[in-house]
């Protein structure tokens, strides 16, 4: 599979909360904890990922390791990826470090997550993230595509969602977390 998703900054949060509220009603609010694993650096150079996230909402704790490939489209980011549910987040730390992978890098993000559809019906999750460590608020649109062959057009829907929710391309960033975060880390040192 692979994730299509557009990034952008966040000028105006309520604004944008009232209309994702009107259009898909009340969010899930989130908490993701998430650790990024390499191993000499070669996945980050590689433009790969690897990762453990544990989301927690109200309700429930649920954990998943994610492995992204390189990236797909240079101007969004867009990116293959497997993911799948881990039962001991304890056990997967000790399996990555014994295969030689260590944290690089971990944060915490506070999510909502709206599900709505583009103009052109297609399923998105829309998160408006902030991230303590970093100023602003952004907007991830994200939705699964079988192959590259469907990448274009899911984009050009996650475009017009945008377009619809009054986030203009100048707003877009390609911006990793990672890198911000730790850019942030390393301002405070």
């Known amino acids: 599979m692979i994730e299509a998703e557009l990034k952008a900054r966040v000028a105006d949060p ?8 009107a259009a898909a009603g009340t969010p899930e609010r989130a908490t993701y904890r998430d650790a990024y694993y390499d191993r000499d650096g070669a996945l980050t150079v590689g433009g790969r990922e690897l990762r453990v996230r544990t989301v927690t909402t109200e ?3 649920r954990t998943v390791l994610t492995f992204k490939g390189p990236v797909l489209d240079e101007a969004t980011g ?3 990826e497997a993911e799948t549910r881990i039962a001991d987040p304890a056990a997967i730390a000790a399996i990555l470090e014994g295969l030689g992978y260590a944290p690089f890098i971990a944060f915490t993000k506070q999510c ?3 599900r709505i559809s583009t103009p052109a019906g297609r399923k998105v999750l ?6 303590p460590e970093l100023d ?11 192959d590259e062959a469907e990448m274009t057009a899911a984009l050009d829907d996650l475009r017009a969602l945008l377009l619809d929710l009054e986030i203009g391309p100048a707003a ?4 990793l977390y990672t890198e911000a975060v730790a850019a942030a880390r390393a301002h405070v040192d």
Do not use: I
């Open 14 to 21: 309520d604004a944008l909360h009232a209309v994702l509220g």
């Open 59 to 61: 309700d429930v704790a």
């Open 126 to 131: 829309a998160t408006v993230v902030r991230v």
């Open 136 to 146: 602003g608020t952004f907007l991830e649109v994200e939705t699964m595509v079988e």
């Open 112 to 114: 909502a997550n709206y």
């Open 78 to 80: 867009s990116k293959a």
């Open 172 to 175: 877009l960033t390609t911006e």
